[in-house]
């Protein structure tokens, strides 16, 4: 069984460019995450999908971040304009269990996202 | 509010040492608890998942321990290897968030 996929593995921008990331999760599970992980600390979920509905964007910084999964499968993450503390891993994660999250996510290998 | 803490930040032993990495957590209503190893520049790769309902789960060298009551669970490494170096997190899911919630992780080098 293929794993997360996740795209590119690393990124350079300079502060106020655009950038996307993409992310292929594991065929058949419906529930797609993406994660925020600043140097240091544990991931911080940012956006979780249920098929290609939004159930939770509550730290998602709305005003430079959006995300979408269109046909519920890829997803794609992008952020314009990108800040220097955007600078982070960016994990895309997948689960087979709906909303009670009461089964493991399986998680892509991030993108790098570097903001000079 | 889920806070998760995980000691020590850092560490570092000699090849066969046993090792025991804490986490705690605050709000004991909670799904389940995930320990992940993390390597550097590397997604994170799922170890041992337990559920509220369950004290303790095993996987070869590995096991983790739960005490809901008390917001505690330990990861025993037996017989370390110099393969185990990496970073281990806990993450926790609450009832009242859904979310999972992160420790900052535990840092692990063994050296031969």
């Known amino acids: 069984e293929a794993g997360v996929a996740q795209s590119p593995r690393y990124k350079i921008i300079e502060k106020r460019q655009s950038v996307a990331f993409w992310c292929n999760p594991i065929?058949?599970?419906?529930?797609l995450y993406w994660y925020q992980q600043i140097l240091g600390q544990g991931p911080k979920l940012l956006i979780q999908?249920?098929?290609?509905?939004?159930?939770?964007d509550s730290q998602l910084p709305k005003d430079r971040f959006s995300a979408e999964r269109l046909k519920g499968v890829d997803s794609t993450l992008k952020i314009q304009p990108a800040k220097l503390e955007d600078s982070a891993v960016y994990l895309c994660?997948?689960?087979?269990?709906?909303?009670?999250?009461?089964?493991?996510?399986?998680f892509g290998p991030g993108t790098r996202l570097t903001v000079t | 509010k889920q806070e998760v803490t995980q000691i020590p930040a850092a560490l570092s032993v000699p090849e066969g040492e046993n090792l025991v990495l804490n986490c705690s957590f605050t709000?004991?209503?909670?799904?389940?608890l995930q320990w992940f190893r993390q390597d550097p520049g590397k997604g994170l790769t799922s170890l041992l998942l337990i559920q509220s309902s369950q004290r303790e789960q095993t996987s070869g060298r590995l096991n983790a321990s739960l005490d809901k009551s008390s917001g505690r669970s330990t990861l025993y490494i037996a017989a370390s290897q110099p393969g185990d170096s990496a970073t281990y997190l806990c993450?926790?899911?609450?009832?009242?968030?859904?979310?999972?919630?992160f420790g900052t992780g535990t840092r692990l080098q063994v050296f031969p």
């Open positions: 709000d004991s209503a909670i799904y389940n």
């Open positions: 994660a997948s689960s087979s269990e709906g909303l009670a999250l009461s089964y493991e996510q399986y």
């Open positions: 065929s058949g599970h419906a529930t």
């Open positions: 999908f249920q098929n290609n509905g939004v159930v939770d």
């Open positions: 993450a926790v899911v609450s009832y009242n968030t859904d979310k999972l919630i």
